[in-house]
């Protein structure tokens, strides 16, 4: 079984920053990409970013150059640092991974951005 457990969230103003951290646990998961999703009040979940099982980062273009997303040595733990947050990234984060052809989801963690 493996679970996911996302933190980090909160309410910030515009410009500032917050740090997201997903741990995993369960078999396989040190050895598959992992990836951020999230998701807008009255939107769809859409893709942010994705970090490869050698730690290749790939980014939307809508957070590039803002967010970074990373992990640890291993495996099993990975975070997005999001910096310049605007009121366009309010949303609750899901971390997301794929295991044995089977998708997991975490709980999510909601960020808002207000002034």
């Known amino acids: 079984q493996v679970t996911l457990v996302e933190s980090g969230g909160g309410l910030v103003q515009p410009g500032e920053s917050l740090r997201l951290s997903c741990t995993a646990s369960g078999s396989g998961v040190s050895t598959t990409a992992m990836a951020w999703y999230r998701q807008a009040p009255g939107k769809s979940r859409e893709w942010v970013a994705t970090i490869t099982r050698t730690g290749i980062p790939l980014y939307a273009d809508s957070v590039k150059d803002r967010f970074t997303i990373s992990r640890d040595s291993d495996g099993n733990t990975q975070y997005l640092q999001t910096n310049n947050l605007q009121s366009e990234d309010t949303a609750t984060y899901f971390c997301?991974?794929?295991?044995?052809?089977?998708?997991?989801w975490g709980q999510g963690t909601l960020v808002t951005v207000s002034a």
């Open positions: 997301q991974i794929v295991v044995g052809g089977v998708e997991y």
